[in-house]
């Protein structure tokens, strides 16, 4: 029996369900999409959440079989099951495949049609990323960062409303900011090319650079964003953008002065201030739509 809850436990482990918290990309558009008028269904969007769990999952157990000789050599994957040898290396194809196939399942039958094609999206450039892209330079980062855009974009599907330019600007600059700061953990850790081809192609200065530039990027469409959307309310449409410039400040001060940023999880559940951020902008965008468009 204890075999049996080593197993499970290792299983888990291998999925990662903790990192199924960046999925909180997927609810992003939904407080504009509704004060749009537009209207999501509760079972659709859990199916959404479901699917992109799944896939995701999948992507990372994929990632784990196919880098695990490399893992052995990196002081913190080398303990993933698959690197440790706690599972066997055959768990890798066939729990990934499996994974995949229940997540596009649920985004095809039980999610708006559009949500099924984003999740195929994500499970190619996860596989293009994993097999080729995470070698080379700069490719790797936008690669990364699509993952979370593609989040975004599913959000959007879930409600039945296209993505805008700002919201894609937007995302699409704070997933940059995210996939540099990895990058730069990477460096800060001391590996190399030897783990990483990609990192031969990158120094702390330039990628300093990249993520004063990202971050700039995202606090300036944003800031834009808010004058121009519809649905937030005179008076009211500049209320979320302080926290929006406090969590980015509060990223690249943890960036530069702890060297963190390796997981965005990691950085969101260990710092007290990026989660009254996200909590605070939730509830000043709330407080900043338009209550006479709102369904």
């Known amino acids: 029996m204890s075999d049996v809850a080593s197993a499970a436990r290792e299983?888990?482990?291998?999925?990662?369900?903790?990192?199924?918290?960046?999925?909180?990309?997927?609810?992003l558009p939904l407080p504009f999409a509704l004060a749009g008028?537009?209207?999501?269904?509760?079972?659709?969007?859990?199916?959404?959440?479901?699917?992109?769990?799944?896939?995701s999952s999948a992507a990372y157990v994929f990632n784990d079989?196919?880098?695990?000789?490399?893992?052995?050599?990196?002081?913190?994957?080398?303990?993933?099951?698959?690197?440790a040898g706690s599972l066997?290396?055959?768990?890798?194809?066939?729990?990934?495949?499996?994974?995949?196939?229940?997540?596009?399942?649920a985004a095809y039958l039980g999610a708006p049609a559009p949500a099924g094609l984003v999740v195929t999206a994500y499970l190619g450039l996860q596989l293009l990323y994993t097999l080729y892209g995470k070698h080379v330079p700069l490719v790797d980062v936008f690669l990364l960062s699509s993952g979370f855009v593609l989040r975004v974009i599913l959000g959007c599907a879930l409600a039945g409303v296209p993505p805008s330019n700002w919201l894609l600007l937007c995302s699409?600059?704070?997933?940059?900011?995210l996939a540099l700061a990895k990058r730069r953990a990477d460096l800060v850790e001391g590996l190399d090319e030897r783990h990483r081809p990609s990192l031969a192609g990158y120094n702390r200065a330039f990628l300093d650079q990249g993520l004063a530039v990202s971050a700039g990027l995202t606090i300036t469409a944003y800031a834009l964003y808010c004058m121009d959307a519809a649905v937030l309310a005179p008076g009211r449409e500049f209320a979320s953008l302080p926290f929006v410039v406090l969590g980015v400040m509060e990223c690249l001060r943890m960036v530069h002065a702890e060297d963190?940023?390796?997981?965005?999880?990691?950085?969101?559940?260990?710092?007290?201030?990026?989660?009254?951020?996200?909590?605070?902008?939730?509830?000043?965008?709330?407080?900043?739509?338009?209550?006479?468009?709102?369904?």
């Open 172 to 177: 699409s600059s704070l997933a940059l900011l």
């Open 37 to 55: 008028g537009s209207r999501v269904e509760p079972a659709a969007l859990v199916l959404g959440l479901v699917a992109m769990s799944l896939t």
């Open 88 to 105: 066997p290396a055959a768990a890798g194809p066939a729990v990934s495949a499996g994974l995949a196939a229940a997540g596009a399942s």
């Open 11 to 27: 299983f888990v482990r291998l999925v990662r369900p903790r990192d199924w918290l960046k999925n909180v990309f997927v609810l």
């Open 65 to 83: 079989w196919w880098d695990a000789e490399r893992d052995r050599r990196h002081p913190r994957k080398r303990r993933r099951p698959l690197a």
């Open 260 to 295: 963190s940023g390796g997981s965005p999880v990691d950085m969101l559940l260990s710092s007290p201030v990026l989660l009254a951020c996200s909590l605070a902008w939730g509830a000043a965008i709330l407080l900043s739509i338009r209550v006479s468009v709102a369904v």
